[in-house]
């Protein structure tokens, strides 16, 4: 049976590969985008849903699919204020937990980040796990979290300390073995490719996917 997948944040950087990929997927009759502005030049099969994310209870009765791929996320250089911060990274992923479940949604799958922990002094931190632990109690059947470690791939936005960060990443690199694989950059089109991937698995039983099992997930697929 052909699927509607439900996308967030199709205009940042893992959010448009994903989007590309599910447009070339068959098994996809339907995506609808919820976005604050409208991308041009996508297929008839691609629905937009225009408007403020931050009160995405005003797109309930459009919020119906199979599937909900949650790629929102901002950056401190972006969104300098802590509540305005919080607003998007933890509110806009629990609003859309919340709207999958009332609407009967049974696959949830969103990007937070590792490190992830409600309990820790470092805001980032805190943030994604507060965000990771509200969309699990909306207790939705296959939730999945995906922790990637530093995503790679160019950005249409300068972030020059990230830039710098990447290239010593992609240096000691070699030097992560065992525990320390989770911490090696992550492509952003091998997630958007294990975002799929999980969705559409009977077998996936998994609700925290780090950077080392992303690259297992699309290895073996």
Do not use: W
Not at 51 to 80: H, N, R, Y
Not at 119 to 137: A, C, H, P, Q
Not at 194 to 214: G, P
Request: proline residues 3%; aromatic residues 6%.
């Amino acid at each position: 049976m052909k699927k509607t997948a439900i996308l967030l944040g199709a205009s940042g950087l893992t959010g448009g590969l994903l989007l590309d990929q599910l447009i070339n997927d068959k098994r996809y009759e339907s995506i609808k985008l919820f976005s604050r502005s409208k991308l041009k030049g996508l297929p008839s099969k691609v629905t937009q849903f225009i408007g403020d994310l931050l009160e995405l209870e005003q797109f309930k009765s459009d919020f119906t699919g199979d599937q909900v791929f949650c790629c929102i996320g901002t950056t401190k250089a972006k969104t300098p204020n802590k509540d305005q911060y919080k607003k998007i990274d933890y509110g806009i992923p629990v609003s859309a937990a919340k709207l999958a479940k009332a609407n009967g949604i049974e696959t949830f799958i969103v990007i937070s980040a590792l490190g992830a922990d409600a309990k820790s002094t470092v805001f980032y931190n805190k943030t994604k796990g507060e965000m990771e632990r509200d969309v699990l109690k909306q207790d939705i059947k296959k939730t999945v979290i995906l922790q990637p470690s530093l995503i790679g791939g160019r950005r249409e936005e300068r972030r020059t300390l990230e830039m710098i960060g990447k290239v010593l990443f992609k240096v000691i690199q070699p030097l992560f073995f065992g525990k320390l694989k989770k911490f090696k950059i992550t492509d952003p089109k091998q997630m958007a490719k294990a975002m799929i991937i999980i969705a559409n698995s009977t077998n996936h039983r998994d609700v925290i996917i780090t950077s080392n099992d992303i690259k297992r997930i699309t290895k073996n697929n």
